[in-house]
């Protein structure tokens, strides 16, 4: 493991905030540490959200404007031109949550496809990204998982949601741009594989344009990424993965314990580790296979990649393998990559303010549950307080 420090360098890590920006992040990172905070303050804004009070402004200026890069694709510009200026890519997110109706799931795949189109002529966008709930209900996603009989009306709901996977990775493949497609909760998960692996067997034929998302904290994830390359080979196409740890841990085994089966979560937060740093091992030694993309914001995690890279003789700036972080996240990983030349790219959710607040919300509640994360943050941002001090 390295034991150099790369990720210790605040300058670095900072150099793009301002004074005031570093000091609204140390505020953000402090409130976010205390979890009664936390939950009384997303109580208040869901509330308030809720109620239409002019609360708005004040999220903006807080919050929204650390996590997100703005209401629409056009204000993310200019964060997008400066983290490019750094040696940081952009994937840019349309974070719209919770929606219900086939005109909402329409105009996300549309946005999906617009932007697709956008960062084609964009150097520092070399991906697109979508939620599968973004494009149709979760009920049919887990009808489909749970292989359970539908009506007609939800039948068509699952051939929209088909067409639509269909135009967006239509669209990647034309556009050569990558197509992250994000995972969610286990119960819905196997519908949304399918689909993907269905793009992957089409649009993935010359090299990978289509990548799926391994939570690592499946313990089944490394037997189904094995299956997958066996399929893929004998298929003829390639594979690509992003992997991160897994964003609904409490209700993946709160699920588990109420419905009385074994839970798919690995059983402690090493052995999340261990399966994480196993996948992103066979992974990369199967690159001309499958393409990676390692999102994580675990430093550990990150020098182990480094090492592999150096051990297997993978250059920095080889395509077929990517870094990546939250925007207002372990900035210290992020641009401290960028700035020794790896591949690394800030995920930056965008969309309108009321819209992208349950995005927000879970963000919130993730950091206070990642025990260190947010001390670590908090540590940092000291630190570079503390060195422009001085």
Known sequence: MSTKNYFDNTEVAFKLKSDSELERAYFLFKMISKEPLVRMGTAVTKFALNLNLPVEGLIRSTVF???????????????????????????????????????????????????????????AMPFSVFKPTGFGKFDIFQKITEKKSMTAAEEDQWEQIKRRYEEVSKAAHDCNISLLIDAEQSWMQDAADMLCEEMMAKYNREKPVVFNTLQCYRWDRLDYLKKQHEKAKAGGYKLGFKIVRGAYLEKENERAVENGYQTPICASKKETDDNFNAIMHYIMENLEDIHLFVGTHNELSTYLAMDYMEEMGIDKKDRKMWFGQLYGMSDHITFNLGELGYNVSKYIPFGPVKDVMPYLIRRAEENTSVAGQTSRELGLLKKEKVRRKL
Request: aromatic share 10%; glycine share 6%; proline share 0%.
């Open 65 to 123: 404007d650390h996590f997100c890069g703005g209401v629409n694709e056009k204000d993310c510009m200019s964060t997008v031109d400066k983290l490019y200026d750094v040696g940081v890519y952009s994937v840019l997110d349309f974070s719209v949550e919770g929606k219900e109706e086939d005109e909402q799931f329409d105009a996300t795949a549309k946005k999906v496809v617009e932007l697709t189109h956008f960062a084609q002529n964009k150097k």
